[in-house]
């Protein structure tokens, strides 16, 4: 007598892509997606790539960062892909740039809204719940939704940035960031006689402000 086959174990490399499948079908069938419509919103991109390439906040101010973003070491390991911004449940959500609406709707359990912009950037926002549907064109300022409660201990933002595929800390865009002053680290020696004097003394001891 033979013995019944079993199915083969599924191996554990294989989830990720399952579950990145998964939600791209389901993205797919909730917002109507079609080969078409990524065509056009293309074609959109194209269009307003030429408008104002700087991010303005997506909540009005006070901007208090109640989490920073922490780059993962792999694409699946730990870390905290976006900045999480303190808010009032209701409050306002601004689009940070140009672009077109990319999804809107229900993640797991939390209502997300993600944008296209030209340049291969994505930013997205949650739990943020809105009327605008993918396909919709915005532009920067325009209010895509309200705040809603999350997990964060306290009303927060999650605020999150993908550049080609890749999550990248939003701060890089926003407008009104504090540039960074480069210090020395010890006291600049003076030069002996018939040397010369090292740059920093050479323009008076001056901070270097990186360009923003």
């Known amino acids: 007598m033979s013995l019944p086959s079993h199915p083969r ?7 990720p892509v399952l579950v990145a499948l998964t939600f791209l079908i389901g993205t797919a069938t909730a917002t109507g997606a079609t080969l078409s419509d990524a065509a056009g919103s293309s074609d959109t ?10 991010w303005v906040w997506p909540l009005d101010p006070p901007h208090t960062v109640a989490r920073p973003f922490i780059a993962p070491a792999t694409p699946y390991a730990s870390g905290h892909r976006g900045i999480d911004l303190h808010g009032a449940v209701g409050s306002a959500v601004y689009a940070p740039a140009d672009g077109v609406v990319h999804f809107s709707g229900v993640v797991v359990d939390r209502p997300v809204i993600s944008i296209r912009h030209p340049g291969g950037l994505v930013s997205s926002f949650e739990p943020v719940t809105s009327e605008l549907v993918a396909g919709t064109v915005v532009h920067r300022g ?14 927060c933002l999650h605020f999150g940035v993908r550049l080609h595929g890749e999550y990248v800390s939003p701060l890089r865009y926003l407008v009104g960031i504090p540039r960074s002053v480069l210090l020395p680290t010890r006291p600049l020696s003076q030069p002996a006689p018939g040397q010369r004097a090292p740059l920093a003394s050479a323009l008076g001891h001056q901070t270097f402000r990186p360009r923003s």
């Open 45 to 54: 991109l194209t269009a307003i790539a030429s408008g104002s390439t700087t």
């Open 142 to 155: 325009d209010t895509i939704g309200a705040l809603q409660s999350g997990d964060c201990g306290a009303p």
């Open 9 to 15: 174990p599924l191996r554990l490399a294989s989830i």
